[in-house]
């Protein structure tokens, strides 16, 4: 099609040029023609004589056959017409009064009206009788041309020929502009049909090629690695919590963001391959791959380039990406098989919280169904009350008091069995239920808790995770408030954990977030800490209460002296910024010592106490109120 168009341009700026050309010489060509004939004070004698040469001119095509008996009556006609207007028009009196013009008019108007009746009747094949025609016709182009010759003399000549050569100037400076405004129309087009291929091709935010296009360039691709019996991969990347971003700081830093990541996919990927903005905040990138070139090295370094910090006029956020890969001849042979088994590999990789990584492998399309399968379910459990909370008890390490419980989702589905907790809010987060789900746990969680205060654990705490989506919302606040009001809990009584991913997407955001809701009277817990990303240059900005030290810290720190030290820094820190220390996955009592003498003060973990149902939970509070001993100092 675009073959087709730049033909049909270039034929049209031909067309233009031959014209102008053309008009050029024609002009040129009249300017002659008028130099030769026109030897009279008035134009209308040349006139005349052109009308006479062109009858006879008439005459010889017809006898010729290249003209029919229509063309030689239209002569006729037009040159009768001109003897009567010469005979009448007041702009024919200078020329008739020209000694011996008038008598050769009326003479040559009484032969045409003789001629009338022979001309009607010509055929081509009278060739004798137009002979006769121009015989007596070349009497009158002589008597025609005479006039013109005895007028062409003294000042008329040099009149005229400046006249011809004024003429052939201005023949000169309509070519010249013909030329100029062709070659302006010519660019003015090219720049306009790359304009709207660019419209048409590429994303106008970012400015990488649009899904239009990249059906395009993959096809070439493909047709590449066949001829040269290489392979593709098609990493397909997409931002973690951009809807978020979107909602809670406005759409200008959602486009900023995007044009910023479409950059850095453009440095990172050079000349290996093509990206593309599918839609949304979803990328593509076409690798062509080399013999034996690792394909997970391009998608490690597309990540990295993406999680770099991008700076905001408040803070800076730091974006995460999920990418999913899928190889082009061996996982597929149709775009359509590439791109699926990619995204497929990319949502395995979203609910994961091990990976941001994914190459295709065959079952994840199993795994795909199952999640669908699951968030319709999960809508319905929400509805329906179906979810459940379990409670693991947080101990302070020193007296073995229990400070707080954490509630934990468990959903038993009838086909699957037992959910496993991140799958569950990896699917919400997904299928847009997060909300629904989070406001759902609030309100068991303190709805529980209340129950316990009644029952006389009046200092108890419940702790509530909290998933980035509803945390950048910028609802949270109010909607605390509002758990609150129903279940009538007392504010001081919840803790809210948020992970680091979460509250580290955007600092100023955050922070006014976190902010609000201390404002609520609430404790803020950061969880799974120094697992997240520029975890330490963040910190001191949020307004925190504690820090929940991650249990792949927790793990090592007894055989892993390097592991015991990071331990004993995150502590230390976390005293210095005035907040509490919970060391989570504690599962001897090694590590709960050292920890106690460290100074950290609060802990979890299975040594301690495992997760357990409500009224498992009751009897553990119970018995801690009557003083039986608990695990970490007995």
């Known amino acids: 099609m675009n073959k087709i168009k730049l033909l049909t341009l270039l034929a049209i700026a031909l067309l233009f040029g031959a014209s102008a050309v053309y008009s050029y010489y024609r002009d040129f060509e009249v300017a002659r023609h008028v130099s030769a004939t026109i030897k009279a004070v008035s134009w209308s004698s040349s006139e005349l004589e052109m009308e006479a040469v062109k009858f006879d001119r008439a005459l010889t095509a017809l006898a010729a056959g290249m003209e029919d008996e229509a063309y030689v009556q239209l002569r006729f006609e037009l040159l009768w017409s001109r003897v009567n207007s010469l005979l009448e028009g007041k702009e024919s009196r200078p020329l008739r009064e020209q000694p011996g013009v008038l008598p050769m008019l009326e003479d040559l108007l009484f032969q045409l009206q003789q001629w009338e009746d022979r001309v009607y009747k010509l055929t081509q094949q009278d060739r004798v009788e137009i002979a006769g025609l121009r015989t007596e016709l070349a009497h009158f182009q002589h008597s025609a041309r005479g006039i013109n010759v005895e007028n062409y003399s003294g000042e008329n000549v040099w009149r005229q020929l400046d006249v011809i050569q004024d003429s ?46 990249f059906y395009q360039l993959i096809k070439q691709a493909m ?76 998608a490690t370094q597309l990540w990295q380039s993406i999680g770099r910090d991008v700076a905001l006029p408040d803070g800076c956020l730091s974006p995460q990406a999920c990418i999913g890969t899928s190889l082009y001849p061996a996982q597929g042979r149709s775009v359509a098989e590439l791109l699926s088994h990619a995204d497929t590999a990319m949502y395995n990789a979203k609910h994961n919280r091990q990976v941001s990584m ?108 909290i998933s980035p ?12 408030r509002r758990v609150l009001r129903l279940t009538q809990l007392k504010s001081a009584a919840l803790v809210l954990e948020i992970t680091e991913d979460t509250s580290l997407w955007d600092t100023a955001g955050s922070e006014d977030q976190l902010r609000q809701l201390r404002a609520v009277g609430i404790e803020i817990a950061l969880d799974d800490f120094g697992t997240g990303y520029s975890s330490f240059s963040h910190l001191r900005q949020l307004p925190l209460n504690k820090l929940k030290i991650d249990k792949s810290f927790v793990a090592d720190m007894v055989t892993d002296r390097r592991a015991y030290h990071l331990v004993k820094t995150i502590i230390s820190l ?49 018995a801690s109120i009557a003083g039986q001993p608990s695990v970490v100092n007995g």
């Open 469 to 480: 989506s509803i945390f950048m919302d910028g609802e949270l606040a109010n909607t605390v």
């Open 358 to 465: 994914q190459l295709y492998e065959s079952g994840m399309d199993e795994q795909r169904l199952r999640r669908q399968k699951l968030a319709i379910a999960l809508q319905a459990a929400i509805e329906q009350d179906a979810l459940t909370l379990h409670y693991q008890p947080i101990y302070r390490l020193k007296t073995g008091h229990i400070e707080s419980v954490e509630a934990l989702l468990r959903w038993s589905h009838l086909e699957y069995g037992a959910v496993p907790p991140l799958e569950v809010i990896a699917i919400a987060e997904q299928h847009g239920l997060a909300h629904r789900l989070n406001e759902w746990v609030l309100l068991s969680a303190c709805a529980q808790a209340q129950q316990w205060h009644q029952l006389g654990h009046h200092r108890l705490k419940v702790n509530v995770n």
């Open 574 to 622: 976390a005293h210095s910024l005035d907040m509490s220390v919970v060391a989570e996955g504690i599962e001897d009592a090694e590590q709960a010592v050292k920890l106690q003498q460290l100074g950290c003060e609060l802990g979890q973990g299975y040594l301690l106490a495992k997760p357990m149902p409500a009224a498992a939970m009751s009897e553990v509070l119970q």
């Open 168 to 213: 052939k100037l201005y023949s000169s400076l309509y070519l010249a502009g013909l030329l100029i405004s062709g070659v302006l129309m010519m660019w003015l087009l090219v720049r306009e049909n790359r304009r709207n291929r660019q419209l048409a091709y590429h994303d106008m935010l970012t400015g990488l090629p649009n899904r239009m296009y």
């Open 223 to 298: 047709q590449w690695a066949d001829r040269h019996h290489s392979r593709l991969a098609v990493h397909m990347v997409d931002l973690d919590s951009f809807k978020a971003v979107n909602d809670s700081l406005g759409h200008e830093v959602g486009d900023k963001l995007l044009k910023i990541v479409a950059e850095r996919l453009r440095d990172t990927v050079a000349k290996q391959g093509d990206v593309a903005r599918l839609g949304g905040d979803e990328f593509v990138i076409i690798q062509r791959l080399s013999q034996g070139q690792d394909v997970s090295a391009m």
